[in-house]
């Protein structure tokens, strides 16, 4: 806020007077704060242009391998184990993953990850028969593997790169990148897939994670995490004393617990995804196939995810409580709009009831993970981001093999699934509204801070 200009908008008007319009160099500094993160922090920059190329090969191989999938074996429960597929294994390597995140340079360990991505997708060109499916699946669990080591080390780079004040702006711009991305990926995506074949979408994919290597290649930070007491023995070593001092960690800090399971709550989602697919290829289909209409739903599902965060930041600003706060009503707002898909007359509405509730969805990814990077010591956060990713991989597991289940075996038509999950969306809200009375504010955990040089001052203080 500019100096001199009054807390809130209206308080001129409490003194009897019309309250003046808000500052220009206030409206422009909120209007500009995410281009001058990007343009004076050169680290967050490098790495949010290797997250945005890699994302977007993302999300062009994504409706390319439903499409595969698909139209090899006309199952839904081959989608189903496929999302299984992309979710569970992050699940059983996060507990080495977080260990490993807080114990070696976690520049290096993100690029081996990128490269060992972008070779092993080249094997998704081999697959053309009903009997070469399963390398498909092999594939994905491979590189999703990859990306149990690489998400936990991104994410807890972000608060070394990072001051307090550009905290939120960052996390807020990996989120609005990720469903830009998204929402560009799949819509392109699948009208590449349709119009030129799936092979183009695997060769983009695996391209840009070696872009994506180059990038963060370019960071210059100290990216060795805080040195731990080691301890001797064979548990030390093989990192079995690390991965227990982070479970009791979680354990004894009950306000990272309830964080961690926010996205457990989102989890749910999965089945909606797999929902995604079936819309599209049953229920909306265009063109006479799955490609186009899948490629819609999920890009409007991008430009809601985008818009949440980013807009809720420009009318809360970046106080933890607001934050906290928004969460509850935020699965409810899922809900909602997830039990009015199940409605909806057209493709059209089906995109808007989908991109509202990804917009409620997208508030509850990024504020908890803010949350969590203010709560958390930086030499707990591997650990920590891994715990999490893994939780919230099961039950996207469980909720995708369920709803893949009920559809391809007890036969529940995808509108009464839609309607199903919108309803247990409002469990976790109700979980969240209710502990928040036993929730006690604290100063952020000590996060090394970055010291700028003059041209990247800090260009918006921390609200709150």
């Known amino acids: 806020m500019a100096r001199g200009a009054p807390r809130h908008p209206n308080a001129a008007a409490a003194l009897g007077t019309p309250p003046p ?25 490098l790495l949010f242009f290797g997250q945005a190329i890699s994302q977007l090969g993302d999300w062009f191989n994504a409706v390319a391998v439903y499409a595969l999938l698909l139209e ?9 184990w496929m999302m299984i597929v992309q979710f569970l294994p992050i699940a059983v390597v996060g507990p080495v993953a977080g260990v490993v995140v807080d114990r070696v340079n976690r520049r290096r360990l993100m690029i081996a990850a990128d490269l060992v991505r972008g070779v092993l997708i080249l094997g998704l060109l081999v697959v053309r028969r009903p009997d070469q499916v399963w390398i498909a699946y092999v594939v994905m669990a491979l590189t999703v593997s990859a990306s ?57 994919n695996a391209a840009s994670f070696f872009v994506s290597a180059y990038f963060i290649g370019r960071t210059q930070y100290d990216a060795t995490p805080p040195a731990g007491e080691r301890r001797p023995g064979l548990a030390a070593l093989t990192g ?35 929902l995604l697919t079936i819309f599209g290829q049953r229920v909306f289909p265009v063109g006479g196939g799955a490609a186009a209409g899948i490629g819609i739903l999920y890009g409007a599902r991008g430009l809601g995810a985008g818009l949440g965060p980013i807009t809720l930041r420009w009318i809360l600003g970046q106080e933890t409580r607001a934050l906290r706060h928004t969460i509850g009503p935020a ?14 007359p057209s493709l059209a509405v089906a995109a808007l009831c989908v991109l509202c509730a990804h917009f409620g969805g997208s508030i509850l990814w990024v504020f908890s993970t803010v949350l969590l990077q203010l709560e958390v010591p930086d030499r707990f956060r591997g650990r920590v ?12 597991s469980a909720s995708s093999y369920w709803t893949g289940y009920e559809l391809d075996h007890v036969g529940r038509s995808p ?3 839609s309607f199903a999950l919108g309803v247990m969306f409002c ?25 700028p040089p003059p041209e990247e001052e800090i260009l918006e203080g921390r609200v709150g």
Not at 73 to 80: F, L, N, R
Request: net charge positive; with cysteine; aromatic share 10%.
């Open 72 to 80: 090899l074996t006309g199952s839904a429960t081959a989608v189903a």
């Open 385 to 396: 981001f891994a715990a999490e990713l893994a939780l919230v991989t099961l039950v996207t």
């Open 331 to 344: 699965f409810f707002m899922v809900g909602v709009f997830y039990i009015a898909l199940a409605a909806a």
């Open 415 to 417: 509108r009464t699934l």
């Open 240 to 274: 079995m004393t690390d991965l227990v001092e982070g479970l009791r960690y979680i354990r004894r800090e009950p306000q990272v617990a309830a964080l961690i399971c926010v996205k457990a709550g989102w989890g749910l989602a999965g089945g909606v995804l797999l």
């Open 427 to 451: 469990v976790p809200g109700t979980l969240w509204l209710a502990f928040q009375p036993r929730w006690h504010d604290r100063e952020p955990a000590g996060v090394p801070q970055p010291t």
């Open 21 to 45: 319009p808000l500052a220009v160099d206030d409206y422009n500094r909120r209007l500009n704060i995410y281009l001058s993160l990007l343009r004076r922090n050169r680290n967050f920059r």
């Open 148 to 204: 149990g080591f690489f998400e936990p080390a991104r994410t807890a780079t972000i608060p070394n790169i990072t001051t307090d004040a550009e905290l939120l702006p960052a996390n807020a711009l990996s989120a609005a990148t990720w469903s830009a991305m998204l929402a560009v990926g799949a819509s392109v995506g699948g009208l590449i897939t349709a119009l030129a074949g799936r092979d183009i979408a695997f060769t983009i």
